[in-house]
Nanobody, 123 residues
């Protein structure tokens, strides 16, 4: 059974930093794109950053220059380094991965989500 487990959320003051981690575990053949989304109360889930298997990254305009997405393919883990945090970054952050499980017919990709981790930016 493949699953994603997130860690690293918490309370931080404006201007502070946090690093989120998301580790995939289980019988995995390969992982394609990995992404971070966030959802603030009363809003939809928005894409924050994405990274391909070979390390190409893209960011939402609202986080460019402040957030950095990276991955360690050997550990099946994606990270989100968040600097210069603002109140509007407060949200539940979810990781996403496109994973081909071991033994899948035709090497079909499935989408997996983490359980979400709360990030609160407040003084």
């Amino acid at each position: 059974q493949v699953q994603l487990v997130e860690s690293g959320g918490g309370l931080v003051q404006p201007g502070g930093s946090l690093t989120l981690s998301c580790a995939a575990s289980g019988s995995i053949f390969s992982i394609n794109a990995m992404r971070w989304y966030r959802q603030a109360p009363g809003t939809g889930r928005d894409l924050v950053a994405s990274i391909t298997s070979d390390g190409n990254a893209n960011y939402a305009d609202s986080v460019k220059g402040r957030f950095t997405i990276s991955r360690d393919n050997a550990k099946n883990t994606v990270y989100l380094q968040m600097n210069s945090l603002k109140g509007e970054d407060t949200a539940v952050y979810y990781c996403y991965a496109g994973i081909i499980p071991s033994g899948t017919t035709w090497r079909r990709q499935y989408v997996y989500w983490g359980q979400g981790t709360q990030v609160t930016v407040s003084s």
